[in-house]
């Protein structure tokens, strides 16, 4: 996980850099080539020694890449099928992602790619020509500030170091499963995965099998790493579900959990939890925050969503603890709500809305809301947060099913996932239905007693980051 900024032409981008430092503190760069000059900084997981440092050339192409590639192995096969005289210099894939680039091409490695990423890139074949793509489910995030020189960062905060004002009508986000070719003729787009969400013919007993075997494989894909990994225990069924499967591979797995009320239902349950699979659990205070705090929480996330900057609030705390004990990649368990349609409000706009349709457009709303709350608030101590059930086959599967195998009325709207886990987790947990995590923390209530109106508060902070005008 890093750090990425990029402009159109030869331009200074070492504040940008500097600027998104926290997201890597173990390396930072920049280069100018074929017309396009990239900044990057770097947390080393993967081949953490300098050989993996970036931006990264492999021929013509040079890359910044923010991610992990969890299937960095299938391209490796690809590319030495494309040059069967290819040898590696590095263990990690970075070097996979920008030989793939390079022998394969965008689009045909794009679509392969079972990751998280935000990339941008030079060719040397096309001068002049900036290229960046994002993941298919927006995971990472990757902003455009479309004046020109055309430029993209990882944060929006890199765009003000450089001098550029940051407006409503001249940022956007590069879309979910999107890459670009960026000239000073325009930009180009290229959508390289469309989410299907077909149904299938199943049931709660045979759905629950399948999606006990997903997650499994998606943890597993996700175990790929270099240096020390934890988890976070929140007291619901997702992040248990998730340390169950982490177990079964890192017996000495430490979790971490937030403490706000110590009466708290959240607490209970992720203590049951961690005592059930025989680990460490470490909870952290998470303080009422003051006004101050929830402003830097604001310009930390970069959006004005109330529940990002409430959730963001105890992440930040979680993140500092993680980070302080030596960790940089954690695993949580954003993205199982969205496919299940867990959320109370779901409920009754389900009554008109179909169930398949509904389902993939909440989970793609993620890449503006949940995701990059998630990967900036933990980048802004440098730890990884990794989302097992962002995987490409869990969310095609999850995406498949009718209603009936996932819900077992109002009161089990993911019954499929407690019958998965049922007798592995504590019943404490797996009976409990859907609490959102602000509320069972006791955090949102604590907010009304510091802020008579926090949406109002959270808006304004955020004008102040996104100007109306510039």
């Known amino acids: 996980m890093c750090g990425v900024a990029a402009i159109l032409g030869a331009a200074d981008l070492m504040s940008a850099a500097a600027r998104l430092s926290h997201r890597g503190p173990d390396a930072a760069a920049t280069v100018t080539v074929a017309g396009v000059t990239l900044a990057h900084t770097r947390l080393a997981i993967q081949d953490p020694g300098d050989r993996s440092d970036q931006p990264f050339r492999d021929g013509p192409v040079t890359i910044a890449y923010n991610g992990e590639i969890y299937n960095a192995a299938d391209l490796r096969l690809a590319v030495e099928r494309a040059d069967p005289g290819r040898t590696w210099a590095t263990t990690g894939d970075t070097e996979v992602f920008a030989a793939a680039l390079n022998m394969l091409g965008p689009a045909v490695t794009l ?100 999606l006990k075997s997903a997650l499994a494989r998606a943890v597993r894909r996700r175990l790929i790493s270099d240096v020390p990994v ?88 979680l993140a500092e603890a993680m980070r302080g004990d030596g960790f940089k990649v954690t695993y949580s368990g954003e993205g199982s709500d969205e496919l299940w349609a867990s959320y109370g409000f779901a409920y009754h706009a389900l009554q008109t809305t179909d169930w398949h349709i509904y389902r993939r457009d909440l989970m793609a709303a993620q890449s503006r809301k949940n995701f990059p709350r998630v990967n900036k608030t933990f980048m802004a101590h440098s730890v990884e947060g990794r989302l097992p059930f962002c995987d490409p086959d869990l969310v095609d599967l999850a995406l498949s099913l009718p209603q009936h195998a996932v819900a077992n009325g109002k009161a089990l709207p993911k019954a499929v996932l407690q019958y998965a886990y049922a007798g592995l987790l504590p019943d404490s947990v797996v009976r409990r239905p859907k609490v959102a995590f602000q509320d069972g923390l006791g955090l949102k209530t604590a907010i009304t007693h510091v802020l008579p109106d926090p949406g109002r508060f959270y808006r304004a902070e955020y004008r102040r980051i996104v100007r109306s005008k510039p």
């Not at 392969?112 to 793509?133: I, Q, S, Y």
């Not at 079964?248 to 059930?276: F, I, M, N, W």
């Not at 909870?283 to 705090?293: H, K, L, R, Y």
């Open 111 to 210: 679509p392969m790619v079972n990751g998280m990423f935000a990339v941008a890139w030079a060719d040397e074949r096309h001068p002049g020509v900036l290229h960046v793509a994002r993941d298919r489910h927006g995971e990472i995030p990757l902003h455009l500030h479309l004046a020109q020189p055309v430029a993209v960062a990882s944060e929006l905060k890199a765009f003000t170091a450089l001098g550029r004002p940051v407006t409503e009508n001249n940022v956007a986000d590069v879309p979910a499963g999107c890459w670009a070719e960026i000239s000073r003729a325009g930009i180009t787009w290229t959508r390289y995965h469309k989410q299907g969400c077909a149904p299938v013919a199943s049931n709660l007993a045979k759905a629950s099998v399948m």
């Open 230 to 317: 934890c988890s976070l225990l929140s007291g619901g069924i997702d992040s248990a579900a998730i340390t169950y499967e982490l177990v079964q591979h890192r017996p000495g797995l430490v979790a971490y959990t937030a403490r706000l009320d110590p009466k708290s239902r959240d607490l209970r349950c992720a203590r049951e939890t961690a005592e059930q699979l025989g680990i460490r659990l470490v909870e952290v205070d998470v303080p009422v925050p003051t006004a101050d705090d929830l402003a830097r929480v604001v310009a930390t996330v970069e959006m004005p969503y109330k529940a990002q900057i409430e959730i963001g609030w105890a992440c930040l705390r």
